[in-house]
């Protein structure tokens, strides 16, 4: 089982990237987002269920970020519009076969992640 980050890259203030996780070996029920910046904790950004009925945003990213699926591909994007400085971070898709949540502890599978940076 295998989920593959992509989509990272360095972008201005303002700017908009498209994240893309693709999961090999399996199909999963439920995908989340988190991010990860230098010194910091590992914190949520987004989660989605299966038929994306639950779906959940970080305050922070709520109204700029959408997270989808495409279950045909096996794969959970996360558009990132009006990216800020505050966004950069390495981001890591992850997978449930139980729930979409917020908590981190709840994935069964994490992707390698893939930088995020945003300039001023």
């Known amino acids: 089982v295998q989920l593959q980050a992509s989509g990272g890259g360095l972008v201005q203030a303002g700017g908009s990237l498209r994240l893309s996780c693709a999961a090999s070996?399996?199909?999963?029920?439920?995908y989340g987002w988190f991010r990860q910046a230098p010194g910091e904790e590992r914190e949520f950004v987004a989660a989605?269920?299966?038929?994306?009925?639950?779906?959940y945003y970080a305050d922070s990213v709520k109204g700029r970020f959408t997270i989808s699926r495409d279950n045909a591909k096996n794969t959970v994007y996360l558009q990132m519009n009006s990216l800020k400085p505050e966004d950069t971070a390495v981001y890591y898709c992850a997978a449930s076969a139980v729930i979409a949540t917020m908590s981190r502890t709840l994935y069964d599978y994490w992707g390698q992640g893939t930088l995020v940076t945003v300039s001023r």
């Open positions: 070996g399996r199909a999963f029920s439920n």
């Open positions: 989605i269920s299966w038929s994306a009925s639950d779906v």
